[in-house]
Structure formats: structure tokens, C-alpha cells
């Protein structure tokens, strides 16, 4: 036979023989309120915003890994690149001396033996593919990290001196031209 102990619940434990006071009953715990939707809405663009900080910095990080890359590539290119003038040279030097007629030259995991003219012409239109794409990682990491501190200010400090690097850019020797032309 089960015991019923409901029925002491209401009954008060402190003793009349206590100069203390009986502790204060805690008050009924009530379930929680669901929240508001407006609260609700305030944590998800939090969310969000602190999603895409996240996904931009990472783009961020590897597009930078990639421009490390990319300019190891291009010194590497521009070593192979002043070996071959120094060869045209020397062998304009000694008349006698004819220059190497072909070179080897790695692509990938393969190694070729190439003309000396194609080597060049290669390795000159690979410095121009580099160029090409270290220009667009440079513009797209400026882009991401003026986007990024917009999100998160706290990344400058609190100032705005991002956007006003967000559109300048170099000017080409034509366009310096032009500008010492209106001076």
C-alpha cells in the first residue's frame, strides 16, 4: 500500500518553538513565455550577420592563401624568365657560342623539353595569367574585407576609414597622362 504525502504539502515545517523566522515560500515557478516574434527576428538577423562575417573572413583567409601562392608562382616565373635573358645575353656576349636551342620546363607534374622561343613565350603569357588573377584576388579581398567591416565594426575600431580605400584603385600610364595633360 503507496503512502500519500500530498496532503503534508500545505503544511507549514517551521516550529512554534524557532525565535527564527520561517523562510519565505519561493513563488510557483510559471512556464516560460514563448518569444516575442519581434525578439525572435532581432536573434536571427544576428544570426545571419554573424554567418556571413564568419563565411566572408574565410573567404578572406583563403583568398590570401591563394595571392601567397600565386606570387610564389610568379617569382618562381620571373627566375626562369631572367635566366633566359641572361642566355640571350651571354650568347650575344660570345659570338661563337651558340645559345641552348631547347629548355625543360615543368607544367604541372610533367616535365617538357621545349624550344627556346616557346619556353619564352610560355613563361611570359603565365606571368600575364598571374597578373591577371592576383589583380582580381586583390579587388575581390578589398571588396570582402570593406564588407566584412561594415558587418562587424569592431574589426577598426569603430571607424570609417574602409570605405574610403573601397574604390581606389591605380591608374594606368594612359590615364597619367591624361592628368599631367590637364595640369
Known amino acids: 500500500m503507496a503512502t500519500n504525502y500530498a496532503k503534508w504539502a500545505a503544511f ?25 516574434p519581434a525578439a525572435a527576428a532581432d536573434a536571427a538577423t544576428i544570426i545571419e ?5 564568419e563565411r566572408l573572413g574565410e573567404e578572406v583567409l583563403a583568398e590570401r592563401r591563394q595571392m601567397v601562392e600565386l606570387d610564389r608562382q610568379r617569382n618562381q616565373n620571373r627566375e626562369a624568365l631572367a635566366a633566359l635573358r641572361r642566355m640571350d ?12 636551342t631547347k629548355h625543360w620546363m615543368c607544367m604541372g607534374d610533367v ?18 595569367r598571374i597578373e591577371t588573377e592576383l ?20 574589426i577598426m575600431g569603430g ?12 591608374m594606368s600610364a594612359a590615364e597619367l597622362e591624361r592628368q599631367r595633360a590637364f595640369e
Do not use: M, Y
Open 89 to 100: 645575353r651571354d650568347a650575344a656576349a660570345s659570338a661563337g657560342v651558340p645559345a641552348p
Open 49 to 53: 550577420r554573424l554567418t556571413r562575417a
Open 135 to 154: 589583380e582580381g584576388l586583390r579587388t575581390s579581398v578589398t571588396r570582402k574585407t570593406s564588407a566584412l567591416c561594415e558587418l562587424d565594426p569592431s
Open 12 to 36: 507549514d515545517d517551521s516550529s512554534e518553538d524557532d525565535d527564527l523566522p520561517a523562510p519565505p515560500k519561493a513563488a510557483p515557478v510559471a512556464p516560460s513565455a514563448p518569444t516575442p
Open 111 to 128: 616535365f617538357l623539353r621545349r624550344p627556346h622561343a616557346t619556353t619564352r613565350q610560355l613563361l611570359e603569357e603565365e606571368q600575364a
Open 159 to 170: 571607424s570609417n576609414i574602409h570605405r574610403s580605400f573601397r574604390d581606389l584603385h591605380g
